[in-house]
């Protein structure tokens, strides 16, 4: 099947974000169950403990060959082959993403644990995206476009609004937690998911699955290890705890489920993050927000939720922080602007030099070097075409070694799946 390329990273970004939506709806009942409701530490250990489980016979599952190619292949990400080992170049960054999401998980337990309402667990995390504009400014070594700063502040106050709980309450401790603890780790574990995504293993694309499954094994030991200091300086058995947890058949089947689940959202979210920068997924991802509406009043139809209000004055707010939301996805969209760049080298001048110079100019996504015509082919990308036009055409001019090149603006490109 052959799809645009841009309308796949909608599809892939927006159903990771309905499935997380459904994913926490199903967190804050497990997160209510008596063995965690005051263990948010052993909730966040099970949940990996299981999910490492669960989340490896899946990958196990889709390993399966199937004309030509993986089960996985066919049905979540083209570039899954088999499930594998780590590669040396991998750890690191595996490492590093670990940590992020066992402490980011802590932390979202601990909000679990205090707030019923999945709807108000959402959104206050999607001030992330702030967060991932500065960090992507300062690598970049660029400020953000004037588009992308205008379009997650538009999604961060709807966010805001809409996070305000149905039932009027303002809740403090949650908040600082995820001011202090989710949103800093989700932004360094969503850079470098993106990483991951974007190396080549054994000349192939890194695929999700395998991203996916050892993130939860390397969340898992480190988890493990924060609460084995934890408890032993503080004479607590969360560890422990966790584990008998896990071992119950109620609490496995339930774990289970959310993990099931939370892998396919985070394998969607993967690929996403391959096609576009950490700030634009989160942006589309600020959507869980407006799905968790919906789960939140299934809840409350199945009594699973009890704490609920539909007070106009509160639905009014939250619809109005749901269109800023949608403004500011849309905004995303439609700004996006993609480029091909046909150059021709002067004679004497190294190829590699004149590389790696194209490589510094911020929006340049791949370099070619073709033997044709042209020496290289270089994509761009940006937000706006006049000033990252000016900018890109600048920096050209500036390598010596360039004696003509020839631009050539994207109407439409397509992707197979």
């Known amino acids: 099947m052959i799809i645009r390329k841009k309308y796949l990273f909608y599809i892939l970004a927006i159903t990771s974000s309905f499935i997380a939506a459904a994913v926490t709806a199903i967190d804050s009942y497990v997160g209510g169950q008596p063995a965690f409701k005051y263990d948010p530490w052993a909730f966040a250990f099970s949940l990996f403990f299981v999910g490492a489980i669960i989340t490896m016979i899946i990958t196990m599952v889709l390993s399966i060959p199937l004309r030509g190619s993986s089960l996985g292949a066919k049905l979540l990400d083209p570039s899954f082959k088999r499930i594998r080992f780590v590669q040396k170049k991998e750890i690191k960054t595996h490492l590093i993403a670990g940590i992020m999401n066992a402490i980011n998980t802590i932390g979202y337990c601990a909000i679990i644990s205090q707030v019923q309402d999945p709807s108000v667990i959402l959104s206050f995390s999607q001030i992330v995206i702030l967060y991932l504009l500065l960090m992507e400014s300062i690598t970049d070594k660029d400020v953000p476009t004037l588009v992308e700063v205008q379009s997650s502040v ?205 490589w510094d100019i911020r929006g340049v996504s791949h370099v070619t070097v073709t033997g044709g015509k042209y020496d290289f082919i270089v994509k761009v990308s940006t937000r706006t075409l006049l000033k990252g036009y000016e900018r890109i055409i600048r920096r050209l001019d500036e390598i010596d070694g360039i004696k003509k090149y020839h631009w050539e603006s994207v109407l439409k490109d397509w992707e197979k799946i």
């Not at 709807?158 to 809740?171: D, H, M």
């Not at 993130?215 to 966790?242: P, R």
Request: with cysteine; glycine share 4%; proline share 3%.
């Open 154 to 358: 538009i999604v961060t106050f709807g966010a805001i609004l809409a996070s305000i709980s149905l039932t009027g309450e303002f809740l403090l401790v949650p908040i600082l937690i995820v001011f202090l603890v989710v949103n800093p780790t989700w932004a360094i574990f969503s850079i470098y998911q993106r990483k991951l995504k974007l190396m080549k293993i054994r000349n192939r694309p890194n695929d999700s699955l395998n991203i996916r499954f050892w993130n939860v094994v390397f969340s898992c030991l480190f988890t493990a290890i924060i609460l084995f200091f934890y408890d032993f300086f503080f004479s607590q058995q969360h560890l422990v705890s966790g584990v008998l947890s896990s071992l119950d058949p109620h609490y496995f089947i339930l774990l289970a489920a959310t993990m099931g689940t939370t892998f396919i959202s985070y394998v969607l979210y993967i690929r996403a993050l391959g096609m576009w920068k950490a700030s634009v997924n989160n942006a589309i991802r600020a959507s869980t927000i407006i799905f968790a509406i919906p789960f939140s009043l299934l809840m409350l139809h199945l009594g699973l939720l009890t704490e609920f209000s539909t007070d106009p004055v509160m639905l009014v707010i939250k619809i109005m922080g749901m269109i800023l939301i949608v403004m500011g996805i849309v905004s995303f969209a439609l700004t996006l602007v993609k480029a091909y760049i046909f150059i021709t080298v002067k004679p004497g001048y190294r190829l590699k030099d004149t590389m790696n110079k194209l």
